[in-house]
């Protein structure tokens, strides 16, 4: 059995849509749903980082916890060893400042890329990873 598959990008052609098509031969086809890019982003170095999204939804996302819930590779295996030991111990890093988000880089029309002053910059925050992190308080949803 072989399959054809089409791959959209939102944004990247002219008509795309949010949705990667599956076709197969008989011509039936499957949906998945992707992450649209946010309509935008602010970036305050001290705070963190402001969303909107295209729902109109805004999420704030503060420092600390961008860097806590980093994608790389090495913090998700620190958040394991976390998640098995409560009493692991945090690698200090060395750092007497305030942990600040120094500036973000868009990783294709996916992802962006945070450059902390910590010296992390490995992980590559997709529009999916962000919406599955977003903290508890969205802005506009506090009463």
């Known amino acids: ?30 949906t998945m749903a992707v992450d ?3 309509r935008h982003l602010h970036l305050d170095r001290d705070q963190g980082l402001t969303i909107e999204w295209p729902d109109g939804r805004t999420v ?17 295996e620190l958040r394991k060893e ?6 692991t111990v945090l690698p200090s890093g060395g750092m007497t400042e305030q ?3 120094e500036r973000i880089e ?3 029309n996916y992802a962006i ?19 599955t992190i977003e903290p508890e308080v969205t802005l506009g949803d506090a009463t």
């Open 1 to 30: 059995m072989t399959f054809e598959v089409e791959v959209i990008i939102p944004g990247f052609y002219r008509g795309a849509t949010n949705r990667h098509h599956v076709i197969a031969p008989g011509r039936n086809i499957a």
């Open 106 to 108: 868009p990783v294709g």
């Open 113 to 131: 890329r945070i450059h902390f002053n910590d010296g992390h910059r490995t992980g590559l925050y997709s529009w999916t990873y962000l919406r």
């Open 60 to 76: 704030f996302y503060p420092t600390a916890w961008l860097r806590r819930m980093s994608p790389s590779a090495d913090a998700r």
């Open 36 to 38: 649209l890019p946010p």
């Open 82 to 87: 976390i998640d098995r030991n409560p009493l």
């Open 99 to 101: 942990l600040r988000a």
